[in-house]
């Protein structure tokens, strides 16, 4: 929330979230419509509605996904209606010059990422700031934005990501966009909370959140030597012991055998529908996924805090976190000729052994 709010701009806000939020539950675009122009009506700010009031309430809605109260039907409506208010604010901005007063920017999300959203957010804050923003939406293939950035040029690229498995294609990205001697800002939850996996790619920057981006690109960005790609292993040496290469070839195989493990070992798995155990095939394609992007990083953080997150997912609807452990054990078996692999798959173990051993959290009828 910016600082120089005063209080009636902030009791604007507030109701406007509140107001947009019932209008989400309800699946009411026109409402949304109401809540947001109305704030912006009663002299909001543009960017203070956009970060104060949308991108609240999309949190709010991935919140309330995590935590089975929302289906993904009713976060899908939610996300397009703000897909749509957004577009319609856009078109509410005065358009900035043709070459924009501040410089151009090229907004995109990495290869095979479709949270869109947090980068459409960005794009409308940096327009509103006088850039001409060059917005490519989700999922762009690195080799589509080198071709493109050759013939636009822009002053800076901004890569979006939210989700850490598409980090070693944001590396990818970075090292070829500053192959161009352009500069890259990257942003986004993939990227940490403190923006560490921005700087172990070698990222020109990073910003945690909209408005800090647009500040730090006002600064100036300097602009990379123009050059050859890097490769990824000058980054990441530990990339030598190809354990993130086998892994990421062999993943299928790892997925299949996990599965067909799982149903030998796991008996109840034998009564499950067939939506169960396409989930479960889901979540064993996830850890297999997420243990290749921790050997990528050579963080394990990325792991556990993975395991973490789905585990918290699993106990929302009422499964135990530790039914994931009998997976982990036997990607141990899979993999026992890769240390990091264990290493992390050790750790893994640990924190759903840490989660299991925590006292239950006393429902709304306990009577304790
Ligand atoms: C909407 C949504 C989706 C939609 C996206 C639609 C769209 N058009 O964007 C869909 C349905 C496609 C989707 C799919 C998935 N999703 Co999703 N999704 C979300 C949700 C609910 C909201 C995302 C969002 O818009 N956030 C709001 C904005 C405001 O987020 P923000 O990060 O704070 O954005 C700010 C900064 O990051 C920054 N920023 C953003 N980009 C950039 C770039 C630069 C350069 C800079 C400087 C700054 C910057 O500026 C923004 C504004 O200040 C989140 C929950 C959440 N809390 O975010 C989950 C979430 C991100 N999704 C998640 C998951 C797991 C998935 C799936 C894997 C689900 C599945 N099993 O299929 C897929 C993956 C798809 C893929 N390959 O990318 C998880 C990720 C967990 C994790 N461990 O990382 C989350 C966190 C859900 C959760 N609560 O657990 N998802």
């Known amino acids: 929330m910016t600082e120089a709010l005063t209080a009636a701009e902030g009791d604007t806000l507030a109701r406007a979230r509140r107001e947009l939020w019932q209008a989400v539950c309800a699946r009411d675009e026109y409402a949304a419509a109401r809540a947001v122009f109305g704030a912006l009506d009663s002299g909001a700010g543009t960017e203070d509605v956009l970060l104060d009031v949308i991108a609240a309430v999309q949190r709010e809605v991935g919140r309330a996904w995590a935590e089975n109260r929302f289906s993904v039907a009713q976060e899908h409506s939610a996300t397009a209606i703000h897909d749509r208010i957004i577009a319609a604010m856009a078109h509410r901005i005065p358009e900035p010059s043709p070459t924009g007063a501040a410089g151009t920017v090229t907004v995109a999300c990495v290869d095979g990422e479709w949270h869109a959203l947090p980068a459409r957010l960005l794009a409308e804050v940096l327009r509103g700031r006088g850039y001409r923003v060059d917005f490519l939406g989700a999922q762009v293939p690195t080799p589509h934005l080198i071709a493109h950035l050759h013939s636009t040029s822009p002053t800076a690229v901004a890569l979006s990501s939210s989700i850490p498995l598409r980090l070693p294609a944001a590396h990818t990205a970075i090292t070829a966009v500053q192959a161009l001697a352009i500069p890259v800002v990257a942003g986004g939850s993939a990227f940490g909370f403190d923006g560490r996996y921005a700087r172990l790619l070698g990222a020109d920057a990073w910003a945690p959140d909209a408005r800090a981006a647009a500040e730090l690109l006002g600064r100036g960005l300097r602009r990379p030597a123009r050059g050859a790609v890097r490769q990824s292993i000058e980054d990441l040496p530990h990339l030598a012991d190809q354990e993130y290469t086998l892994v990421l070839r062999s993943r299928r195989q790892l997925v299949k055998n996990a599965l067909a493990g799982l149903l030998e070992r796991v008996p109840a798995m034998r009564a499950y529908t067939d939506a169960q155990h396409e989930r479960t095939a889901e979540d064993v394609a996830h850890v297999v996924e997420f243990l290749g992007c921790a050997l990528y990083t050579d963080d394990g953080d990325l792991f556990t805090g993975f395991l973490d997150w789905t585990g918290d997912i699993l106990e929302a ?52």
Do not use: I, N
């Open 317 to 368: 609807r009422r499964v135990p976190s530790r039914v994931l452990d009998p997976c982990l054990v036997l990607l141990e078996e899979e993999l026992k000729d890769f240390p990091r692999a264990l290493g992390f798959l050790a750790r893994g173990r640990e924190t759903l052994r840490r989660r299991d051993a925590r006292p239950p959290v006393p429902g709304p009828d306990s009577s304790a």
